[in-house]
Nanobody, 122 residues
Framework: QVQLVESGGGLVQAGTSLIVSCTAS????????MGWFRQAPGKEREFVAA????????YYADSVKGRFTMSRDDTKNTMYLQMNSLKLEDTAAYYC???????????????WGQGTQVTVSL
């Protein structure tokens, strides 16, 4: 089973870009589909994006489609979330997760990182 560590969060201005990363330990990273989820204060955790184990398929929440891009580099055991045109409402803790199934459902993910905070300001 992999362990996941997010990095790259921070405080950015609205309209700018940020990349958050998720690095996995273990030799089975390439066999997992991966997902990004986020949770804002007082709100439920929500799906952001998913990528299949092959990397050929990606799926995005409507709220980030066209602005966020998810990718993976299995040679580095790392996946990325490129976030462009950030909005105030993108402020949240961002979590990466691993699943044996390509899915947008958090219940399908059984390994989670600790989260990285992204704060978007005016």
């Amino acid at each position: 089973q992999v362990q996941l560590v997010e990095s790259g969060g921070g405080l950015v201005q609205a309209g700018t870009s940020l990349i958050v990363s998720c690095t996995a330990s273990g030799r089975t990273f390439s066999s997992y589909a991966m997902g990004w989820f986020r949770q804002a204060p007082g709100k439920e955790r929500e799906f952001v994006a998913a990528i299949s184990s092959s990397g050929r398929r990606t799926y995005y929440a409507d709220s980030v489609k066209g602005r966020f891009t998810m990718s993976r580099d299995d040679t580095k055991n790392t996946m990325y979330l490129q976030m462009n045109s950030l909005k105030l409402e993108d402020t949240a803790a961002y979590y990466c997760a691993a699943s044996r199934r390509y899915s947008f459902r958090s219940s399908d993910y059984d390994v989670w990182g600790q989260g990285t905070q992204v704060t978007v300001s005016l």
